[in-house]
Every structure is written in structure tokens, then in C-alpha cells.
């Protein structure tokens, strides 16, 4: 198993920025077998969407609506993985939570909630 704590979230206005981090603890078998990392969101009514992945060897990808604001990074001695979003807008008030995937299973956070006024 593989378990994961999410930090970060809170209450933030229009144009600012936030950091969120996700840790993954559990055996070292389990850890070092982590391929991809990634944050969801999910926003009253919507469906879940994926915001941004990393692989292990550093190679990222975002959905659109984050492209040039969000970036994501994973600091692998710490098993910890960090999205910064920077000129945030009310659009991504969501539940982020984290995901890390080990073969074909998704194990995840239990979210932190991210609420930007305008």
C-alpha cells in the first residue's frame, strides 16, 4: 500500500498563488515503483479532472487551462510531489487531490481544498 497526505490548499484571492504538496509513504518496494504522479480536481457539480502528471523521470504535461500558471515538481528523496499555481483564478476552486500510480492502480490523497475569490 501506498499511502498519501496532501498540504496547501486554503482560501486565496484572484491572481495569487498557492503551493500544494503530496507525500507518499509506505514501503520502499511500493515507493520506488511509483511511475507517474499527479493532481486531480474536482469543482461542485463537475466531473474530476486531471490537472497535471509527472513521470518519474521528470517528463510533465498539464491540461490547458493551467498551461503558463501551474507547474508541478517531485522531489524524489522525499517521495513528495509539489504543484505551484501561480495566478490563480475562481475557475480552479476545486478538491485537488494527489495520485500516484503504481502499475495499472491509482492510489490517492484524500484531498485538500483550494478556493480562490475574485
Known amino acids: 500500500q501506498v499511502q498519501l497526505v496532501e498540504s496547501g490548499g486554503g482560501l486565496v484571492q484572484a491572481g495569487r498563488s498557492l503551493r500544494l504538496s503530496c507525500t507518499a509513504s509506505?514501503?520502499?518496494?511500493?515507493?520506488?515503483?511509483?511511475?507517474?504522479m499527479g493532481w486531480y480536481r474536482q469543482a461542485p457539480g463537475k466531473q474530476r479532472e486531471l490537472v497535471a502528471t509527472i513521470q518519474s523521470r521528470g517528463s510533465t504535461n498539464f491540461v490547458d487551462s493551467v498551461k503558463g500558471r501551474f507547474t508541478i515538481s517531485r522531489d524524489n528523496a522525499k517521495n513528495t510531489v509539489y504543484l505551484q499555481m501561480n495566478n490563480l483564478k475562481p475557475e480552479d476552486t476545486a478538491v485537488y487531490s494527489c495520485?500516484?500510480?503504481?502499475?495499472?492502480?491509482?492510489?490517492w490523497g484524500q484531498g485538500t481544498q483550494v478556493t480562490v475569490s475574485s
Open positions: 509506505g514501503s520502499m518496494a511500493m515507493l520506488n515503483s511509483i511511475n507517474v
Open positions: 495520485a500516484a500510480r503504481i502499475g495499472f492502480r491509482n492510489y
